[in-house]
């Protein structure tokens, strides 16, 4: 759901910013709220694929903003958005790397529940 | 608009040429010598199964010869006093700072591959993936020191955090490795979150992405478009930092994944992570929030920045020093006591805010000083537990030494001598350090930093101790047995040199911090 | 001369890197040879670079390696010794004692399977002091005053691997390191203030720093003096000293009463006009005539033999202290270096009788022992001597030098603090010299020997090895301890022959040469001697005017002296035959003897009178200040409330991923706030 969200945005922006509608802030508040509903998962979830899919939410929301600082803030590069392609290559290496562990965990554990994982404290 | 991809809108002018790839040398030595070990370990498959006693000898002298290389490169360019370089359109500068900051993390590299040969044979996981990493990792992280553009510093910082978080669970049939991994990595995947906001604030808030221009433009009287953007983005990336050199708050997953991982990664957690890491802190902490040759670029950054470390500092060094005290296990203990550190070298970073460019203090010098001896301390005192390790196990608890100094005079004496330069007494390495740094806070004012360093720096010396009681004066009854350590040659080197080395710097340390000065940030 | 400088601690540290490294392979007489040739030829070129200085009036020799340390424009630390009168008394001292100790060592330690590691130790604490004494500068300096810290701490843990033991050494440790953060918050102070750290430059601008600073510089001798109260064992700091003599006894000699402590004396002494200038000085008497004053009651009850030393080695400390606080530094030195002489043979002394007793320390299974071991006796005889100030003895000279300064100073109340202290002293000593060699024998083996051994009821059933000292199995000296055929061929054996034995004459010559030493000691003209090189018209001056005073001065010392033995010796060794005469003589005596109720009422009334009010003082001062205000609340309880915190921080780390997520976005929120908060 998350990789859903960039290309609607990045295709209506250009459209409701001429209409004098919506602008940086508009973005920056999706931002915002996309951010939280990421920290929201990865504080109250205990499975590890859920724990995974909020840390996707936080770097796509950041993924946003740059591309909305990219747009209103600069006029002539486009640095913003290239960072944001960088940004979702890596998404998707973290992704894979955190199936990986979260493989390996489920086969040391036979869960992942990451509340189980707690071996180590002290 | 100086903006890196400026290139997209004019093709017609190639800005990266092949200069750009010589200025990066060391990076590129290390990145062939990783892929060239992946490629060397399919060869070395069929012949090298885990009794072997000299295993795959091979993988470890390639490897190691790519770190020296580089070491050697690094070394030759300090040595040269080479000026500052920036290529690959300003994305990358490469400077005395960032050689010598790159210079620790190729000697964490070395001394964790050194370490790494009898580790994994032990645990009949000798694989070139290992060594690969390690590289591949410490490349990474000296391009992390060398960027100066927030795409650089993105890119690096995530490459480098994925090799470790690798490398934490590379023991993947053991429970704790793997556990520690998936802390590592959920933790460092929100520490990411936060910190990529926050480079998405600062170049919303400077509306460029090279970090040079950003703070030039500061300091040349061009207050940025947003300040409290520019505030709130040096402060979330400041967040993502400090989760990376295991500042308190952010410190939690330092020790279950220090713990969790093999002894020999531990260690390379601890230097390589940790100076790089510092190292991209001190640059952004100087160039936003330096006193400047005329005044800060922006007071509002320097307050910031300046509240915002000193308060870091002195909650780590109060956190770590007493959280290590409760500690049964040498390695937990280990860890805490990195977190302690942690917190010392805030101090430094600290001070750096202060001097001026051109002034009598050089920025950062004492935290440069006393990374090198921190990072010998901890090589050696990780190596140490790895290498006495047997099976899948390293030396644990501090119980499991106890008698060491009867069975292994040389190797209780190491760590003798470690554990009393961690402690920070003369006349070891640990000492200057600490004096270095203290010396520069009460300098430039920040007695109070230095006041609550030294008062905890007084309570670390009892948890240190713990470890020379247990190996000097406890009886050997419920140690385990001593292995033999005939084969280990590797790990034997690697506490050799360390603890030679600390006693050296201990006792030559004017010459150290000449080279520091001389390194330090312009 | 001032070229073979270095050479003076290069030499024992060399003979600590040949024992250390090489130590295990090499044979015991090799290993001797080693360790006693560093400190010898360090005291032949101590002795030969003092008396280079000594010709001149005012001669300092210097030597210099160059730069240890240059960082930035304004620090730079050369790697330089120097050595004037002052240091060359010292390095005199630390060198000639310190190679008596190794002697003496020799013999002591024969059967010890450490024996190289022992004598490594002992090399490294002797270079490291020698470079405390000789530093030009006070970094140099503080690198030998950790440096005799560690090895203290090394051998402290040398023998005793039960934890008990380890407490004392990390006692020591945690105390010293109090001290050593004022002292290197001092150093701070004063490279802030002074831009140098050479000792020479700082004294010298001491006093227009102070006319400029005055606040500073009292914090400054405050910080420094912080310092010397953990080295050299000084209320509130001295608690880890009793507790350090778990080590061996040529280390309790050498380190915790003749040199390493008296480090903090020749601190103050080498900055003495930086203390001068600071206006501190009356702190520093009063907290040496306190400690002094303290620490010799708490001596009065002590029954471990080498307690009762360490109680009276840290009332002596105070004593140089209130010489320092009156500021006659010269004084200070002189009881420092007399001090060094009867100590060390005391304390050899109480080693050689613990080697004679196969390591019984306490006082009440001794008695007797003058017959059985002599010479040991007569050098016993002498150090208890020397530290009553018996008169013409060394100690007599230097305790009354100071008590001398003090009256003419004006300060009437310290005075009186220490002439008290003088016959508290004076009793304690002899005290200790009744029990341990007169009377009659009270140990193993007097039951079947001795038929006086009843009449000492009062002393508690011997508890086999029951109590603090005992002594792990391992220890080369357990109770199983054979009689080696080669030793003492019949020197000093006595009665109980297979029991009480005589010590070697490599542990006998160094006493005997320490004894003479403590005996005559005070004639050394020391203070004049260092007095010589600034002050000469001055004291000169105070020498004629305080002529009379001084004579009268030798007459309250010795009179002091004199009523603190008589009083000992009449309770702990008169008292028995005069009580046994006046029961079996006239009418009367019967009559005497009934009133007096036999002789339990006479022992009940001394002990109402005499014993128990003492035994009470000085048990409660121990109780309450040592015990509970430093041992408790300080130190162990700090150590336990961090602990604590320490084990309650560690609950924090649940182990669960959301509650670390929990903290970092606690974390991220607080920063945030102090960030923005500060950016304003």
């Known amino acids: 759901m998350s990789t859903g969200f960039l290309p609607l945005l990045l295709q209506a922006a250009p459209a409701a910013a001429s209409a004098g509608q919506v602008g940086l802030t508009h973005y920056l508040v999706v931002s915002a709220i996309v951010f939280g509903l990421g920290l929201l998962v990865v504080i109250t979830r205990r499975n590890a694929i859920a724990l995974l899919m909020g840390l996707e939410l936080l770097l796509n929301s950041v993924g946003l903003n740059f591309v909305a600082f990219a747009k209103f803030a600069t006029r002539d590069a486009v640095d913003g958005q290239v960072i944001t392609i960088f940004l979702i290559v890596i998404a998707a290496a973290e992704a894979s790397l955190a199936l990986a562990i979260t493989l390996n965990i489920f086969n040391n554990l036979n869960t992942v529940e990451v509340d189980e994982a707690r071996s180590l404290k002290g | ?522 | 001369m001032a070229r073979y400088l270095f050479l003076i601690p290069i030499l024992p540290f060399a003979g600590f890197l040949v024992n250390g490294l090489a130590g295990r392979r090499l044979p015991r007489w090799a290993v001797s040879l080693v360790g006693c040739a560093g400190p010898t030829a360090a005291a032949v070129l101590a002795g030969l670079a003092f008396s280079e200085v000594a010709a001149g009036p005012a001669s300092v020799l210097q030597a210099s390696l160059g730069d240890w340390i240059r960082a930035g424009r304004d620090f730079h630390v050369p790697l330089a010794l120097s050595l004037d009168r002052l240091s060359g008394v010292m390095a005199l001292v630390v060198t000639g004692v310190g190679t008596l100790i190794h002697v003496y060592s020799i013999g002591y330690m024969r059967e010890d399977p450490g024996y190289a590691r022992f004598f490594a130790y002992l090399n490294l604490f002797m270079a490291a002091m020698l470079v405390l004494v000789l530093a030009d500068n006070i970094l140099l300096l503080f690198l030998g005053w950790e440096g005799v810290g560690l090895c203290s701490y090394l051998l402290i843990g040398f023998w005793y691997k039960d934890l008990s033991n380890c407490d004392a050494g990390i006692k020591a440790f945690v105390v010293n390191r109090i001290g050593d953060f004022g002292f290197i918050l001092g150093v701070f102070l004063i490279f802030i203030t002074f831009g140098t750290f050479e000792l020479e430059a700082i004294d010298s601008r001491a006093a227009a720093a102070a006319a400029r600073d005055p606040l500073v510089m009292k914090a400054i001798a405050l910080l420094l003096f912080l310092g010397a109260t953990g080295k050299s064992a000084q209320i509130p700091l001295y608690v880890w000293l009793p507790d350090a003599m778990a080590g061996p006894t040529p280390v309790s000699a050498l380190i915790h009463a003749a040199t390493m402590v008296t480090s903090g004396v020749y601190l103050l002494a080498r900055l003495d006009q930086l203390f001068l200038a600071s206006g501190a000085l009356p702190v520093v008497a009063w907290i040496g005539a306190l400690t002094a004053l303290l620490a010799a009651l708490i001596a009065l009850a002590q029954t471990d033999i080498k307690k009762v030393l360490a109680y009276s080695t840290v009332s002596q400390l105070g004593y140089m202290f209130l010489a320092c606080g009156v500021a006659a530094f010269p004084v200070a030195i002189f009881h420092l270096v007399t001090h060094a002489f009867f100590k060390a043979v005391l304390f050899l002394g109480a080693g050689a009788v613990i080697h004679s007793l196969h390591h019984e320390q306490d006082m009440r299974r001794m008695g007797g022992l003058f017959r059985r071991i002599p010479l040991t006796g007569a050098v016993f005889l002498a150090g208890a001597l020397a530290l009553s100030g018996f008169p013409l003895t060394s100690g007599f000279f230097s305790k009354d030098e100071i008590l001398h300064e003090t009256l003419s100073g004006g300060q009437g109340l310290l005075y009186s603090v220490g002439l008290t202290t003088a016959v508290l002293t004076a009793f304690y000593a002899f005290r200790q010299f009744a029990l341990v060699f007169l009377g009659t024998y009270r140990g193993a083996g007097a039951e079947r020997g001795d038929a006086h051994g009843g009449g000492h009821g009062t002393f508690p059933p011997r508890s086999p090895r029951g109590d603090e000292h005992t002594f792990p199995p391992r220890s080369p000296r357990g109770d199983e301890h054979t009689f080696p055929p080669r030793s003492p061929r019949g020197d000093e054996h006595g009665h109980g022959a297979h029991e009480i034995h005589g010590s070697p004459p490599s542990m006998m010559a160094p006493l005997a040469v320490l004894a003479f030493l403590a005996l005559c000691g005070g004639f050394l003209a020391v203070p004049h001697f260092l007095a010589g090189s600034g002050e000469t018209a001055a004291h000169a001056a105070a020498g004629t005017a305080g002529a009379e005073g001084q004579v009268t001065g030798w007459i309250v010392g010795g009179a002091a002296t004199v009523l603190g033995i008589l009083a000992a010796l009449g309770l702990f060794v008169w008292r028995p035959a005069l009580r046994e005469r006046i029961v079996q003589g006239t009418a009367g005596g019967r009559l005497l003897a009934r009133l007096s109720l036999d002789k339990l009422y006479v022992d009940e009334l001394y002990d109402a009178l005499v014993v128990k009010p003492f035994w009470f003082l000085s048990h409660v001062l121990f109780l309450v200040i040592d015990r509970f205000v430093i041992d408790f609340a300080c130190v162990r309880g700090t150590g336990l409330l961090a602990r604590t915190l320490g084990a309650a921080l560690g609950r924090l780390q649940t182990g669960k991923i959301p509650s670390y997520a929990f903290y970092f976005v606690g974390g991220v929120l607080v920063l945030m706030t102090l960030v923005l908060w500060a950016a304003g």
């Not at chain 2, 780590?316 to 500690?327: D, K, P, V, W």
């Not at chain 2, 750096?352 to 004492?366: D, I, L």
Request: proline share 4%.
């Open chain 2, 1 to 522: 608009m100086n903006g890196l991809f400026t290139i997209l809108d004019a093709p017609a002018a190639p800005a990266i040429g092949w200069d750009d790839l010589g200025g990066i040398l060391p990076v590129l030595v290390l990145l062939a010598t990783g892929s060239l070990a992946l490629v060397l370990d399919l060869f070395l498959k069929e012949e090298a199964s885990p009794p072997v006693p000299a295993g795959k000898w091979p993988l470890s002298f390639v490897s190691l010869l790519g770190t020296a290389v580089a070491g050697a490169l690094l070394c030759g360019h300090i040595g040269a006093a080479g000026k500052p370089w920036s290529g690959f359109l300003g994305a990358v500068q490469v400077d005395l700072f960032s050689d010598a900051i790159g210079l620790i993390v190729v000697l964490g590299a070395a001394f964790c591959l050194l370490g790494a040969g009898d580790a994994l044979r032990r645990r009949g996981i000798e694989q070139g993936e290992f060594h690969a990493l390690v590289l591949y990792a410490a490349a990474s992280m000296v391009l992390f020191v060398q960027s100066a553009s927030l795409v650089m510093v993105f890119l690096s910082l995530e490459a480098l955090s994925m090799a470790v978080y690798i490398l934490t669970a590379f023991q993947r049939d053991e429970k704790r490795a793997v556990e520690g991994g998936l802390k590592y990595f959920v933790l460092g995947g929100l520490s990411s979150g936060f910190l990529l906001l926050g480079l998405a604030f600062i170049y919303g808030a400077t509306r460029s992405t090279n970090l040079t221009d950003i703070a030039g433009a500061l300091a040349g009287g061009q207050p940025p478009a947003d300040s409290s953007l520019l505030v709130a983005g040096l402060g979330l990336t400041l967040i993502g930092l400090a989760f990376k050199v295991g500042a308190f708050p952010f410190h939690a997953w330092v020790p279950d994944a220090y713990e969790g991982a093999m002894s020999v990664v531990t260690g390379f957690m601890a230097v390589a992570v940790k100076a790089a890491s510092f190292g991209v802190l001190l640059r952004v902490a100087v160039l936003f929030g330096g006193a400047g040759a005329s005044g800060p670029g922006s007071p509002e950054a320097r307050g910031a920045l300046l509240a915002g470390i000193s308060g870091l500092a002195v909650v780590t060094m109060i956190f770590g020093n007493l959280a290590a005290l409760a500690q049964s296990s040498a390695k937990r203990m280990l860890a805490y006591s990195a977190i302690a550190h942690t917190g010392y070298l805030l101090v430094g970073a600290v001070s750096a805010m202060e001097a001026r460019p051109g002034g009598e203090q050089a920025a950062g010098a004492g935290l440069l000083f006393y990374l090198f001896p921190y990072a010998l301390m901890s090589l050696g005192a990780f190596i140490c537990l790895s290498h006495l390790g047997e099976g899948a196990e390293d030396r644990e608890s501090i119980d499991s030494l106890r008698g060491l100094a009867e069975r292994h005079p040389a190797h209780a004496l190491a760590l003798l001598v470690i554990m009393v330069s961690f402690a920070g007494i003369p006349p070891t390495a640990g000492f200057w350090g600490k004096l270095f740094i203290f010396r520069e806070a009460i300098a430039t004012g920040h007695w109070e930093l230095a006041l609550v360093g030294i008062l905890t720096s007084i309570v670390s010396v009892y948890y240190y101790l713990r470890l020379v009681v247990a190996m000097y004066m406890l009886p050997q009854e419920g140690g385990l047995p001593a292995p033999s350590l005939e084969a280990r040659i590797g790990g034997k080197l690697a506490l050799a040199i360390a603890a030679i080395a600390v006693v050296l710097v201990g006792l030559f340390p004017g010459i150290f911090f000449q080279i520091s000065a001389a390194c330090a940030l312009r």
